[in-house]
């Protein structure tokens, strides 16, 4: 009877499989992403996670993978610029709509609640930049899709109020210009009796 140990060429093949699929994950983690943040979540418990994972939008997921693995997932893709982030104990934040600002926000609550000002954003790609752990504040200032069309709603508006009132205007001064003078004279012969 021969052991596991002594077939030898057996293990490395399946710890290589198990890596793969573990990289699978993470690149159909990335399809569709839009922007992919780390976390550094050196302490955080099991129930933290779960609490973070909770609050966190529908179109966002967290996943602790080894760096190793998210930097293998990333390599000749839009996304490698984050692989010098990918260092230490990170959870990763994969956010796929283009609302940036509720995504990260429950994080930040988070940290709040917690008291976890240590454990911040490690770096994120948004549109292939990387954002450093001082450029988030640009990520979460970012205004959303909502905030967004009222402004160019807002913007696309004014023009035609503009038009609108100038056509006002034109029309109110042609009407006074037209009214006989007869018109204009006959309220000033009124106080007279």
């Known amino acids: 009877m021969t052991s596991i140990r002594s ?7 399946i710890r290589l499989a198990v890596e793969r699929a573990r990289q699978e994950v993470l690149r159909r983690e990335l399809d569709g992403c839009q922007l992919l943040a ?33 930097a ?15 260092r230490g104990m990170n959870a990763w934040l994969f956010v796929r709509s283009d609302e940036i600002p509720p995504a990260l926000r429950p994080y930040r609550d988070f940290q709040k609640e917690w008291k976890l000002q240590l454990n911040d954003f490690t770096g994120a790609v948004y549109e292939g930049r990387l954002y450093g752990p001082d450029d988030f504040a640009q990520l979460e200032a970012m205004p959303t899709r909502v905030q967004s069309y009222q402004y160019l709603l807002g913007c696309l508006q004014m023009p035609a109020v503009s038009v609108l ?3 006002r205007a034109r029309q109110e001064a042609m009407a006074q210009a037209e009214k006989p003078p007869a018109e204009e004279a006959a309220p000033a012969s009124e106080p007279e009796k």
């Open 7 to 13: 077939a030898g060429g057996a293990l490395p093949p």
């Open 165 to 167: 009132a100038a056509l």
């Open 38 to 70: 780390g976390i550094w979540c050196h302490g955080f418990t099991v129930a933290q996670l779960r609490s973070i994972r909770a609050s966190l939008p529908p179109t966002a997921r967290l996943v602790v993978a080894k760096n190793s693995d998210l």
């Open 72 to 86: 293998a997932a990333v390599e000749g893709t839009r996304w490698e610029s984050l692989r010098p982030v990918a």
